[in-house]
């Protein structure tokens, strides 16, 4: 993203966090967490749909968080090993996962307490997404390169 198009985005979640009148604390805050992603299962291997959801991601501005234990890097970003080793708070968890492995990290994912978790196709797990749920924390079934094609996946709303 160019440098004022970062401007213009910056200036808009300034603008609408002004109307709901909260003080430059708040602002730092929810700008900060409102676009941090975490890519579970994320791959170095450019033709794999996670890969192109980090490159895509991080191209719209988002701060993009690989997960991958077997990676030192994806795209030039810097993966981490597990869920556990995010320190910070995280807007979307957007997987890349087969149910058997991700219904494994029930408990990370719960702990890591997103706001909200895409399920892209072929990982939708039932019994994942009731936990989560039950958790308080909104899943959506789709596709995280659609939403960010179609301008749908914004973290702001």
């Known amino acids: 993203m160019d440098m004022a ?13 002004a109307i709901n009148n909260l003080d430059p604390e ?3 805050v929810y700008v900060g967490e409102s676009s941090t992603v975490v890519v579970l299962g994320a791959s170095p291997k450019s ?12 191209s719209s501005g988002y701060r993009v968080i690989p997960v991958n234990p077997g ?8 993966t981490v090993a597990s869920l556990g080793d995010i ?6 968890l957007t997987m890349y996962l087969s149910p058997v492995w991700s219904e494994r990290m029930e408990d990370d994912i719960i702990s890591l307490n997103p706001e909200r978790v895409i399920f892209n196709p072929g990982t939708e797990s039932v ?16 596709c995280t390169l659609v939403m960010l094609s179609t ?3 914004n973290t702001q709303f």
Do not use: W
């Not at 033709?47 to 991080?58: H, I, Q, T």
């Not at 990676?71 to 810097?78: A, D, L, N, P, W």
């Not at 320190?87 to 979307?92: G, I, L, N």
């Not at 019994?127 to 909104?138: F, K, P, V, W, Y």
């Open 71 to 78: 990676h030192s890097s994806v795209e030039e970003i810097k």
């Open 151 to 153: 301008k749908q996946f």
């Open 47 to 58: 033709g794999r749909y996670s890969n192109m959801a980090v490159r895509e991601l991080k």
């Open 127 to 142: 019994r994942l997404r009731e936990a989560l749920s039950n958790s308080g924390i909104s899943c959506l079934e789709a």
């Open 87 to 92: 320190d910070e708070p995280v807007h979307t």
């Open 26 to 28: 708040e602002v730092e």
């Open 5 to 17: 198009k970062r401007l213009l985005t910056y200036s808009f979640r300034l603008s609408i966090l």
